[in-house]
């Protein structure tokens, strides 16, 4: 049985990243009480994350003041990395449900972590998200892939450089 963590409704739920752009690690934070959880994420996983939190909100009542206090908090060492990521939501107390589950190998079990956020959090981490995410490397015009300031082997160029005009 993989251990599982059920924090239930978080105090924050916030966002952020480690390093330097082209290197940044990605961090999903909650806390509740004074158990923080923080969790490694990848950008693809925090990008997907805000676009389904707004797309469901968009359907729910308007939010009301959005936390503003959106920083990780320290130490923001991971305790682990984030595999899959589920999202709900529970009409009858009014919460998103997240359940976050570790990446670990197809044989084993890994940690779970499962806690509640309002929809103002959601919405805030939706907004910080969308942000982080799009202050990254800007994406190729030929294959999406980030460009990066050393170069892009772009694989829709076969190794070849892009035509010029």
Not at 13 to 30: D, I, K, N, P, W
Not at 137 to 144: I, K
Request: charged share 25%; with cysteine.
């Amino acid at each position: 049985m993989s251990p599982s963590l059920d924090l239930g409704d978080v105090d924050r739920f916030a966002v952020g990243t480690r390093g330097a752009v082209g290197r940044r690690v990605f961090l999903l934070q909650c806390r509740s009480d004074t158990t923080v959880l923080t969790l490694k994420v990848e950008k693809q996983q925090v990008a997907v994350l805000a676009e389904y939190l707004g797309r469901l909100l968009k359907d729910l009542p308007r939010p009301g003041h959005l936390p503003e206090d959106l920083d990780l908090e320290e130490p923001a060492e991971p305790h682990w990395v984030v595999g899959t990521l589920g999202v709900s939501y529970e009409e009858l107390i009014d919460r998103v449900v997240l359940v976050a589950e570790e990446l670990v190998a197809e044989d084993e079990e890994g940690d779970t972590a499962r806690f509640t956020v309002t929809r103002e959090q959601a919405a805030a981490f939706a907004v910080r998200a969308t942000t982080l995410v799009e202050a990254g490397r800007p994406p190729c015009p030929l294959c999406g892939l980030p460009l990066d300031p050393s170069g892009h082997q772009c694989p829709r160029t076969n190794g070849h450089r892009p035509p010029t005009t």
